[in-house]
């Protein structure tokens, strides 16, 4: 893996705002998401020296003239909230922008000169890492090969996480370090795809990446310390205040954790353990307090019902119509999985259940109904994607949400991304349970909005102008696919906001822009609530604060120090 200098991350964190008295920021146009789920606007806001907001002046309402001791002018911008993504992968963002990247390659040929050339790059390392790689945007029509990486790289292990995470592309070299031989069997809720003979061909699906990622040397912290200090960069640029990690491992915990100890902690990490074993290790008897002025705290647990559509593991009722012969790959059964979440739920772990197919998804919804009964109160049960869910199963939604509520963890982009490949994975009978935010929404469950990266950009803005339009960056399909599940611009904005918080037991802390809320607010060149979509996308963020201090700036891009003493 990467052995750099963390030079570079010192950097970031090289323009200090020292700790100040009362702020009034003012001349904005200032946006949030209210108790009541309406827009609320106003021009101005007032916090204290800890970060914290003390009151929002209104349209029409005396701003005050004195009781504060630093102004800073919005000069006329549009401000909102800090965007909170509520589904992504901390350390896979940083790791993914320091390793190889085939996201944006068109075709297997683009990705295999890319491999060679970053090949050529880097002589030193032993193992070549990278992800992205996605068969259905290249029209390959099939998997690609362990031969065809031979043909750039023949000697050195090469391994290429798919774009979902629920595939790895690996050539002959490193499935010898890996011991993967055509004696290999499937795992459970895996698959290890085959040439003709048996050997294995390259992909291994779902539970078979396990085979590899043993082999490959782990990073170490000096790794792990830079891919954080990079991710958060990104997420500043982009507006995004405020994060829920799905599947923190111990290793991604303690860097939380230094990165907390030495001041350099600026975003909100909601935390959801890899499994039980690491939410136990982490968290021992139940969730962690918060941490660091509100800045960390494991939350709960992140399980997996099944894989991806475009890997062909998510689980389906009914057979895969580009694929007959299997309906998916689950990696539990009903009664594990409840095992599972009850073990979480009786220390008051939150659970968040990654579920993707129609069958998936209802075995999930009936392991909670039944968990409902023993577990009662506010327990907001999750299902991460909740992506292809039958129309059969949506009233589950319902009676959940009255009982224990429940979050539709969902991402707009998924469906602007994938909308091809649905179509041709499910077939027209199963199109109205997929991706539908609205009919969700409208059970009663909250809907939460992510992107699920590094499968998707940290990119919120593209997030908000696909969830109210269903069209991608092209503007197609025109009026948008399957254009009854839009929000509508005040559920986008919350999905990013306010239920965002809501959906990680946040609420009364950040996600609103309101007395006694943490001051984290972006100021932007765009007004999401009027812009078209093509408009939205290309929003530029001018500034990100955290607990009243700036972290992000489009003039001097760098991360300050004076947020983390908040």
């Not at 999401?528 to 290309?538: E, F, G, L, Y």
């Amino acid at each position: 893996m990467i052995r750099l200098s963390l030079a570079a991350a010192a950097l970031l964190a090289a323009a200090a705002i020292p700790a100040r008295a009362d702020t009034l920021v003012d001349n904005v146009r200032g946006q949030t998401v209210g108790e009541d789920g309406e827009v609320q606007t106003f021009i101005a806001l007032l916090f204290d020296d800890a970060g914290v907001i003390k009151s929002v002046v209104r349209e029409g309402q005396k701003k005050a003239k004195k009781g504060f001791q630093y102004r800073v002018d919005g000069k006329g911008n549009v401000m909102l909230p800090g965007l909170i993504d509520a589904h992504l992968h901390v350390m896979s963002v940083g790791f993914g922008a320091l390793t190889l990247d085939l996201q944006e390659t068109n075709s297997l040929a683009e990705a295999l000169e890319k491999i060679g050339a970053y090949a050529k790059a880097h002589p030193d390392r032993p193992w070549l890492i990278g992800r992205g790689w996605n068969q259905e945007r290249w029209k390959l029509g099939r998997f690609p090969t362990a031969a065809e990486i031979d043909a750039v790289v023949p000697g050195r292990p090469v391994l290429m996480e798919r774009v979902d995470g629920h595939a790895n592309w690996a050539n002959s070299a490193a499935l010898k370090a890996a011991g993967v031989t055509a004696a290999s069997t499937d795992p459970i809720g895996g698959k290890i795809e085959r040439n003709a003979d048996g050997s294995p061909a390259g992909v291994l699906v779902d539970t078979a990446q396990d085979y590899v990622n043993k082999a490959v040397p782990p990073p170490g912290t000096r790794d792990y310390d830079l891919a954080f200090a990079t991710a958060q960069r990104l997420f500043f640029e982009r507006g995004l205040t405020a994060v829920a990690d799905m599947g923190s491992s111990m290793a991604d915990w303690q860097t939380f954790r230094r990165a907390g100890d030495a001041n350099q902690l600026y975003v909100r990490i909601m935390a959801y353990a890899s499994g039980v074993d690491n939410m136990v290790a982490i968290g021992g008897p139940g969730p962690s307090p918060w941490l660091y002025a509100d800045r960390l705290r494991l939350n709960g647990v992140k399980l997996y019902m099944d894989g991806a559509l475009g890997s062909r593991g998510a689980w389906l009722k009914a057979p895969y119509a580009d694929a007959p012969s299997t309906s998916g790959l689950p990696q539990l059964t009903q009664t594990q999985i409840g095992n599972l979440m009850s073990r979480a739920a009786m220390d008051g772990f939150q659970v968040a259940v990654h579920a993707i197919g129609d069958q998936g998804n209802a075995v999930v919804l009936h392991a909670i109904d039944d968990l409902t009964a023993t577990y009662k109160g506010d327990r907001r049960w999750r299902i991460e994607h909740a992506q292809v869910v039958e129309p059969a199963d949506w009233p589950l939604f319902g009676k959940i949400a009255q009982s224990g509520g429940i979050v539709a963890s969902m991402q707009p982009v998924h469906q602007t991304s994938d909308r091809l490949m649905a179509e041709a994975r499910l077939g027209p009978n199963r199109l109205a349970g997929a991706y539908a935010w609205a009919s969700l929404k409208a059970t009663g469950a909250t809907l939460a909005l992510g992107s699920d990266a590094p499968v998707e950009l940290p990119d919120p803005w593209a997030g908000l102008a696909a969830a109210i339009s269903r069209e991608d960056e092209t503007g197609a399909p025109p009026g948008g696919w399957q254009p009854q599940e839009k929000v509508n611009r005040t559920a986008a904005l919350a999905g990013y906001t306010s239920a965002a918080a809501y959906a990680g037991f946040a609420e009364k802390r950040f996600g609103r822009l309101a007395p006694g809320q943490r001051a984290d607010f972006i100021l932007v060149d765009t007004d999401p609530m009027t812009a078209s979509p093509a408009q939205i996308r290309k929003t530029k963020v001018l500034e990100t604060w955290v607990g009243g201090g700036k972290v992000w700036s489009a003039v001097v891009p760098v991360v300050a120090e004076g947020a983390g003493k908040r």
